[in-house]
């Protein structure tokens, strides 16, 4: 099941905030971030993991609601740079209850377009 | 140190011919992924490798597709007798372990158009 990410696009101003969210309809033990640039790969931003621990970007912040089966992301401050499609991605597990492996369901993403 | 690399970067195919699209993963990665993404679409997975082994193929749109990884680096993704439908970006990722723990690093991807 793919996730749901919303909204599904964002217009900012340099120097505005925006929240991306990302939802799932099946348990989740870790959540993905990329962000792709037109015409580019996709680069990794963070992956939030259950029990709290975070990996990723220091500039940018994210949250992680297993029960609730949802991740945020958080863009403060916005750059020019920080224009691009955002990607959150959920591991596939093994078996219920068991380990994630690195396959990833990806949401339709999130467009964000920061004007100066 | 170097990323991941894919070749072609660009390919045009006629119907109904093959294709072969490379992968070089990031060096000491022992998983390695295979996604596609059609125009202005997100990310669909297609197979995905640990070690030399491919435990989860069930992205793979049809039998015309297949993938190998050799010496647990290069990968090669195979689509035989392409049709209009296969024209998409096909992106490469790695990790250093294939838990859903640890970062993806993408490739720059094969962007292949069947005419």
């Known amino acids: 099941q793919q996730p749901v990410q919303s909204p599904q696009a964002v217009i900012l101003r340099e120097g505005e905030d925006a929240v991306i969210n990302c939802s799932s309809s099946?348990?989740?033990?870790?959540v993905h971030w990329y962000r792709q640039k037109h015409g580019e790969a996709p680069v990794f931003l963070m992956i939030l993991l259950k029990g709290g621990e975070q990996k990723g970007h220091e500039k940018i912040s994210a949250s992680f609601n297993e029960k609730k089966q949802q991740s945020s992301l958080y863009l403060t401050a916005s750059q020019l740079s920080y224009s691009g499609t955002y990607f959150c991605?959920?591991?596939?597990?093994?078996?219920?209850?068991?380990?994630?492996?690195?396959?990833?369901?990806f949401g339709q993403g999130t467009i964000l377009t920061v004007h100066p | 140190g170097a990323g991941v690399s894919q070749s072609p970067s660009n390919k045009v195919t006629e119907k109904g011919k093959d294709v072969e699209l490379r992968c070089d993963p990031i060096?000491?990665?022992?998983?390695l992924y295979w996604y596609r993404q059609s125009l202005g679409q997100g990310l669909e997975f297609l197979i995905y490798?640990?070690?030399?082994?491919?435990?989860?193929k069930s992205g793979l749109p049809s039998d015309r597709f297949s993938a190998e990884r050799t010496g647990g680096s290069v990968s090669t993704l195979t689509i035989q007798r392409t049709q209009q439908e296969d024209s998409a970006v096909y992106l490469c990722?790695?990790?250093?372990?294939?838990?859903?723990?640890?970062?993806?690093?993408f490739g720059p991807g094969t962007r292949l158009t069947v005419t």
């Open positions: 490798f640990q070690g030399n082994s491919a435990p989860d």
């Open positions: 099946k348990a989740l033990y870790s």
């Open positions: 991605g959920t591991p596939a597990t093994l078996r219920a209850g068991g380990t994630s492996y690195g396959k990833l369901t």
């Open positions: 060096s000491g990665h022992t998983a």
């Open positions: 990722a790695s990790s250093l372990q294939g838990t859903g723990t640890y970062e993806q690093y």
